[in-house]
C-alpha cells in the first residue's frame, strides 16, 4: 500500500478540495435558450419587419374625398369596368383631363398635378397599393359584378381619405405592404380611411363563408 492510500484511509475527504462537485448547469442552458427565443421573437415578429419595408410617397397626395363629393357614379366614376369587361383600376391621365385643364383651388398638390403631368401631357406614375405578381389572376368583374360585392368590402372606406398613405415597398420582392398586411402578427392596423391591407387567408375565409369552398388553387394562381 502506498503512502497516499495509507493517507488517505485516515481522511476520506483528502483532495477533495482539488476536484469540487459540478454542480447541474441545466438551468443555465434552459435560460440561454430562453433568452435566444424571446429574442429571436422580438427580431422576427417585430424590428425584421420594420427593416423589410421602404416608405415611398406617391408622386400627387391624392383627396379621395373631394372627389367622391364632385362625381357622379362614386367609386365608377374613375374606377370603372370597360366594354371588353376588364377593370380600368388606376385611371389615366384622359380621365382626368376634362376637370383638370386648369388649376382648380388653391391646394399645392392640384397646381403640380396640373403644371407638371396635364400641361405637359405627362402620365402620373402612381405607386400601385394591390399590384399582384405576375402568378397571380384577380377578377374585379367576379367579385363586383358576379358576387355584388361593394368596393369597400375590399378597399374600406378609402373614398373618404383627404391623403394618400405612405407606400411601403417589400425590399425583397417589391410589392405593396398591403398585399401581404400591414404586419406579420395582425397586431398593427393602418389608419382611418387607411384601406385594408389584404391577405390570401382573407380570401379563403371569405371563399369559405360565401361558397362553403376555399377555392382551387388554380382559380387565382396561373
Excluded at 443555465?28 to 415611398?56: A, D, R
Aim: net charge negative.
Amino acid at each position: 500500500m502506498s503512502i497516499s492510500d495509507l493517507e488517505h484511509a485516515v481522511d476520506p475527504n483528502l483532495g477533495a478540495a482539488d476536484h469540487p462537485p459540478q454542480k447541474s448547469s441545466g438551468w443555465v442552458v434552459f435560460f440561454c435558450f430562453m433568452i435566444g427565443l424571446v429574442g429571436s421573437l422580438i427580431v422576427g415578429w417585430f424590428l425584421f419587419p420594420q427593416w423589410l419595408y421602404s416608405e415611398k410617397h406617391q408622386p400627387i397626395d391624392f383627396n379621395h374625398s373631394i372627389h367622391m363629393d364632385n362625381v357622379s357614379d362614386g367609386c365608377n366614376s374613375c374606377h370603372f369596368f370597360r366594354e371588353d369587361g376588364t377593370f380600368s383600376g388606376i385611371p389615366d391621365l384622359s380621365a382626368c383631363t376634362d376637370c383638370h385643364q386648369d388649376v382648380i383651388g388653391s391646394d399645392p398638390e392640384e397646381e403640380k398635378f396640373v403644371t407638371e403631368y396635364v400641361a405637359q401631357d405627362k402620365e402620373v406614375q402612381w405607386l400601385s397599393y394591390f399590384r399582384q405578381p405576375d402568378c397571380v389572376f384577380f377578377s374585379h368583374a367576379a367579385h363586383v359584378t358576379g358576387a355584388g360585392m361593394s368596393c369597400e368590402s375590399c378597399h374600406g372606406d378609402i373614398g373618404y381619405s383627404t391623403h394618400s398613405k405612405v407606400y411601403q415597398e417589400n425590399i425583397i420582392s417589391g410589392y405593396s405592404r398591403d398585399i401581404w398586411g400591414y404586419s406579420i402578427s395582425r397586431f398593427g392596423k393602418p389608419g382611418e380611411h387607411d384601406g385594408k391591407p389584404m391577405k390570401m387567408n382573407d380570401c379563403a375565409k371569405c371563399h369559405l363563408e360565401e361558397t362553403g369552398s376555399k377555392g382551387a388553387c388554380f382559380q387565382c394562381h396561373k
